[in-house]
């Protein structure tokens, strides 16, 4: 198989993988592409293509916090492990659980884990609605990543019940437009919370667009949220009234 382009982490970012690191990456890489055929993770396989859009993409959102240690990261919705597996082989000293409602998706990332022996990391199956009202996870997490999960409204009721006061989501998004601005601030109040900073960037061989929205949790989320399942995505907190353009600029989820 086509080695994954290591030589590129060089020049596209101020982190860099050790050699222990990359075999880790490598190996996941491989973990994921068998298990592919049977279980439709990703369309994403041809190594290019996957380095930067799965493995850098997923560094790259949390190298602003790189300074942090023993932090507890929660990953809603991870899917196929991103952007939680490669954070957590990125980041040793951090904690990462990984949350997804799909059984299959969390049972293939138990079994990378195992097979990767990796001590800082641990999946949990369920809805971001009905983890959210745990004990065990609600306001339990310093950082909180969503990745093409769904509109960055719904994202924020998913994703701010779980962090810390004082703690962060963090939104991977594509394009970025002013509407989901608008709404995003909306639902982050609603919720607690402030927009801190949009993150802009480009993909380091397509030039694609990405931005990662930091969320700052400043109080608790009222414990009305996360609305029941379903709820959250038919009545999106902080949606504005006039109809949504028709073009196409709508669009929240990227095709990862
Ligand atoms: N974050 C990954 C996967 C994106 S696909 C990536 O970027 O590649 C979205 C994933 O979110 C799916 O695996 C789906 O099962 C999960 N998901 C969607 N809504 C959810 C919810 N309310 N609670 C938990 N998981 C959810």
């Not at 300074?67 to 951090?94: R, Y």
């Not at 997804?100 to 641990?122: P, V, Y």
């Not at 931005?211 to 949790?217: A, E, G, P, Q």
Request: one cysteine or more.
């Amino acid at each position: 198989m086509t080695p994954l382009p290591h030589h590129l982490w060089a020049d596209t970012l101020p982190w860099q993988p050790d050699p222990s690191q990359i075999l880790l990456f490598d190996r996941f890489y491989n973990l994921v592409i068998q298990a592919n055929e049977q279980l439709n993770l990703t369309r994403i396989v041809e190594p290019e293509a996957y380095w930067e859009k799965h493995l850098w993409d997923s560094v790259r959102g949390v190298v602003p916090l790189i300074k942090n240690q023993d932090i507890a990261v929660l990953d809603l919705g991870t899917g196929a492990g991103f952007p939680g597996m490669p954070i957590a082989i990125m980041q040793p000293t951090w904690y990462v659980m990984m949350a997804d409602s799909t059984r299959k998706k969390t049972a293939f990332i138990n079994n990378a884990i195992q097979s990767l022996g990796i001590t800082n990391a641990q999946t949990i199956t369920g809805r971001a609605e009905d983890l959210g009202h745990q004990k065990r996870h609600r306001e339990g997490y310093d950082l909180v990543v969503l990745r093409a999960v769904a509109p960055a409204n719904v994202c924020a009721e998913y994703g701010l019940p779980f962090a810390k006061v004082g703690g962060r989501v963090m939104l991977y998004r594509g394009t970025w437009e002013e509407r989901e601005a608008q709404e995003l601030e909306r639902a982050a109040y609603a919720l607690g919370a402030k927009v801190a900073y949009v993150d802009a960037f480009a993909l380091p061989i397509s030039g694609a667009v990405r931005h990662c929205i930091h969320l700052l949790k400043i109080k608790p989320t009222l414990e009305v949220f996360p609305r029941e399942v379903g709820t959250p995505t038919k009545y999106p907190i902080g949606a504005l009234d006039d109809p949504k353009p028709s073009n196409g600029s709508e669009t929240t989820e990227e095709p990862y």
